[in-house]
């Protein structure tokens, strides 16, 4: 299993990008992928979630409204829209995985397969 999270880059407030979350090696049918992201000097956090196991998607209360998870199963690749950027949105964010999980938590340890990060920069 391996994941290739991309697309990050600077962003002024208000704008939008969209990462990208390649996977390889595995059915995305059986999983469930998560967006976490770790800004500078704080614990890494979860974003939001989606589930090909059991098809449910789950947002952090912070991004609600702002950030779309989707997933593109011919090509293997989740996505995290983001729009409605803020500076608190800037870190480090990582895409994982794990076979036959729900999106009913977040909770990190719950994730086995993890990609590298794609910074995001969002200017005020």
């Known amino acids: 299993v391996q994941l290739q999270a991309s697309g990050g880059g600077l962003v002024q407030a208000g704008g939008s990008l969209r990462l990208s979350c390649a996977a390889s090696?595995?059915?995305?049918?059986?999983?469930?992928i998560g967006w976490f992201r770790q800004a500078p000097g704080k614990e890494r956090e979860g974003v939001s979630c989606?589930?090909?196991?059991?098809?449910?998607?789950l947002y952090a209360d912070s991004v609600k409204g702002r950030f779309t998870i989707s997933s593109d199963n011919a090509k293997d690749t989740v996505y995290l829209q983001m729009n409605s950027l803020k500076p608190e949105d800037t870190a480090v964010y990582y895409c994982?995985?794990?076979?036959?999980?729900?999106?009913?938590?977040?909770?990190?340890?719950?994730?086995?397969?993890w990609g590298r990060g794609t910074l995001v920069t969002v200017s005020s």
């Open positions: 994982a995985a794990d076979r036959w999980l729900s999106c009913a938590t977040m909770a990190q340890y719950e994730y086995e397969h």
């Open positions: 090696g595995f059915t995305f049918d059986d999983y469930a």
């Open positions: 989606i589930s090909g196991y059991d098809g449910s998607t």
